[in-house]
């Protein structure tokens, strides 16, 4: 008799141990209704021994802003299952949400130097 060792649903070793709908506890949409695929988040530095491994993989991704579909491409997963998973580390505490393009903006003479002559052309 051949060796038939499953594999999870991925096909390679160490695939999923845990049905992803056990991760969101049955979610089928994110509670945070403001969560889109656009959304910003960043990792908050917290104790993630206790997570999932599918959660602490995102949670490696999220050294910086990130949005929720950079995450989905670079975890290779669906986008609204993405959407669920980050859903469930911002209501426990491990990501924040916001947009970072409203805090990293450094010289506002600069923009709007560079408005005044876009709208001079």
Do not use: H
Not at 60 to 88: F, H, P, R
């Amino acid at each position: 008799m051949p060796d038939e060792t499953w594999y999870g649903d991925d096909g390679e070793p160490g695939g999923r141990l845990v049905p992803l709908y056990m991760l969101v506890n049955g979610r089928t949409s994110p509670r945070n209704t403001n969560l889109n695929l656009a959304t910003q988040v960043t990792a908050l530095p917290v104790d993630t021994s206790a997570l999932e491994p599918e959660y602490r993989e995102i949670l490696s991704c999220c050294g910086g802003w990130i949005s929720v579909a950079e995450l989905a491409a670079y975890c290779n997963t669906q986008l609204t299952v993405m959407k669920l998973l980050v859903d469930v580390l911002l209501e426990r505490g491990f990501l924040a949400l916001g947009d970072p393009a409203e805090r990293t903006v450094a010289d506002y003479r600069l923009l709007e130097t560079i408005l005044d002559r876009l709208q001079r052309l």
